[in-house]
C-alpha cells in the first residue's frame, strides 16, 4: 500500500524560474543548471521505480513511501521507504547513465560516457549505511530489533554497471521485486496495528524540505536577480502594464496575470514577503495603487496594515 505517494519536488519550477532570472554570464547559473537537471533526472528515476513498486504484492501488509524526510540524529532524506512487519529497506533511487563503477577508498561514483567523457560524483554508499545506521539505533531505543536493509537501485538500463560494490546491495529496477521476495519472513516484529502505528509515526515526523527563498538558499546576491515580467510567448523578460493587461514589446503577446507567476517567483526566490513597495519596483510598475490593487487580488496572507502591510503565500502552498 501506498502510505506516501510520489510527487515531483516543489521547488524545481522555483529553481528553474531562477535560473531564467539570472543573466547568461552569471558565475553560478550553469552550477544551477546543473542542479537542475541532477534533481530533474533523480526525480524520474524515483517515480520510475514508485510506479514500479505500485504494482508490488507482497503475502503480507507493507507501506511504501516516497522521499521522506525525517530528523533523527541528524535530517536525512530517504528517496523511498518500505516499511514492513519483517524488515523495512531503503531505497537510493541514482538515474545516472553510462558505465558506472562504485569505487574504494576513497568511495566514489565514477561515470564513464561513450565519447570517454568521465565524471566522479559522491558514492551513493556512506549515506545510504548512515541512514540504515541512524534508523537502526533509532528502532533500538524503543526494544525493537527489526532488520533495516539499504540498496542502490539504477532505474534505467542506460546505466551499465561495470564495477559494482561488494558492501552495499546493488539493484536494476527489474531486479526490485525478486530482491523484496527473497528476503526472510520468519520474524513478524509488528502486528497490523503496529504497522499502521509507525507508518503514522513516519508520516508524521516528516518534514518538507524548505530551501526558500533560493537567494539565500543558494547564496545569490539580491542585485544578480532580474526583475520584471516574463513573457509566456517568446520567453523574454519586460512584459509592460497597460490598462488591464500585459504587454510584450518584443513579440507583442499579451497577459492578463502575468504578475501573479512573477509575485510567486519573488515570495520563492528572493523573500518570503513582499511589500507594496517591493511589488512595484519588482513589477517595474510606476503607479503604486496598481501594485497595491494586485496584491490584493491575489490569494495572498497579509500581515500588518496600511504602510508596513506585506504579503506572504498562504500556509502549506507550495
Known amino acids: 500500500m ?23 554570464t552569471n558565475s553560478k547559473r550553469q552550477d544551477l543548471e546543473n542542479e537542475y537537471m541532477r534533481i530533474k533526472a533523480g526525480d524520474l528515476g524515483e517515480k520510475v521505480v514508485m510506479d514500479s513498486l505500485e504494482q508490488l504484492q507482497l503475502p503480507y501488509n507493507f507501506y511504501i513511501f516516497h522521499n521522506l524526510n525525517l530528523l533523527i540524529e541528524s535530517r536525512i532524506q530517504i528517496d523511498v521507504f518500505l516499511l514492513t512487519p519483517y524488515y523495512m529497506i531503503i531505497f537510493e533511487v541514482k538515474n545516472i547513465k553510462g558505465a558506472i563503477e562504485l569505487r574504494q577508498n576513497p568511495r566514489q561514483l565514477v561515470r564513464t560516457l561513450q565519447d570517454g567523457e568521465v565524471h566522479a560524483f559522491n558514492s551513493p554508499e556512506p549515506q545510504l549505511q548512515e541512514y540504515v545506521h541512524q534508523l ?17 537501485v539504477f532505474p534505467f538500463s542506460s546505466s551499465f554497471i561495470k564495477q559494482t560494490s561488494t558492501n552495499s546491495t546493488i539493484l536494476l529496477r527489474n531486479e526490485i521485486k525478486p530482491f523484496l ?8 516484529y509488528f ?18 524540505f524548505d530551501p526558500y527563498p533560493l537567494m539565500k538558499h543558494y547564496n545569490i546576491p539580491r542585485v544578480n536577480i532580474m526583475n520584471g515580467v516574463f513573457c509566456r ?37 528572493i523573500n518570503s514577503y513582499i511589500t507594496n513597495a517591493e511589488c512595484r519596483d519588482f513589477l517595474r510598475l510606476k503607479d503604486i495603487n496598481k501594485s497595491y490593487r494586485i496584491l490584493k487580488s491575489m490569494n495572498l496572507k497579509k500581515v500588518g496594515s496600511y504602510k ?11
Open 181 to 188: 521476495r527473497k528476503i526472510p519472513t520468519n520474524i513478524e
Open 233 to 269: 510567448d517568446c520567453g523574454k523578460i519586460g512584459m509592460q502594464r497597460i490598462a488591464y493587461y500585459w504587454f510584450c514589446p518584443h513579440c507583442h503577446g499579451k497577459s492578463s496575470n502575468g504578475h501573479e507567476t512573477a509575485i510567486y517567483e519573488y515570495l520563492k526566490i
Open 2 to 24: 501506498i502510505a506516501k505517494p510520489y510527487s515531483t519536488p516543489h521547488y524545481l519550477d522555483a529553481l528553474f524560474r531562477l535560473i531564467q532570472r539570472l543573466s547568461l
Open 308 to 318: 508596513n502591510a506585506k504579503y506572504t503565500l498562504p500556509e502549506n502552498r507550495h
Open 136 to 152: 537502526i539505533r533509532f528502532f533500538d531505543e524503543y526494544g525493537i530489533h527489526i532488520p533495516i536493509y539499504g540498496a542502490i
Open 191 to 208: 502486528t497490523t496495528k503496529e504497522l499502521a502505528y509507525w507508518k503514522n509515526f513516519f508520516i508524521r515526523k516528516h518534514k518538507e
